[in-house]
């Protein structure tokens, strides 16, 4: 990768450069401790935009799960038909009520 580097010495000396170099170059700089990476410096920002696209992927894939679930559902379904339960089945008495709408209750 082509990424800036610099080791624990630097880090320890002058924090602030490294940050300032995450934040101009737009990218983390790697830091090494005896040839080995040690952990990475990034601009608040540069944390943010992945601390915010991780949450937007993750989001993505849960959508993606419910959406799977409804296809196997949907695929079952089709396979196998079963009667789907009636309103009264599912909400009761209510089902056969006629409903009351209220002009004034903020909706309109």
Do not use: C, H
């Not at 990475?40 to 419910?66: A, G, I």
């Not at 009667?83 to 004034?104: C, F, H, M, Q, Y």
Request: no cysteine; proline share 6%.
């Amino acid at each position: 990768m082509d990424v800036p580097y610099s080791n624990i010495t630097e880090l320890k000396k002058s924090p602030k450069k490294l940050f300032e170099e995450a934040e101009n170059k737009k990218t983390g700089v790697y830091v090494f401790n005896r040839d080995r990476p040690a952990g990475v410096v990034l601009s608040v920002v540069d944390y943010e935009r992945l601390v915010n696209k991780n949450e937007e992927l993750k989001d993505k894939v849960f959508e993606m799960e419910q959406d799977y679930e409804v296809i196997k559902r949907l695929a079952k379904q089709a396979k196998n038909p079963e009667p789907l339960a009636t309103d009264a089945e599912v909400r009761g008495s209510v089902a056969n009520e006629n409903p009351e709408i209220d002009e004034k209750d903020g909706w309109e």
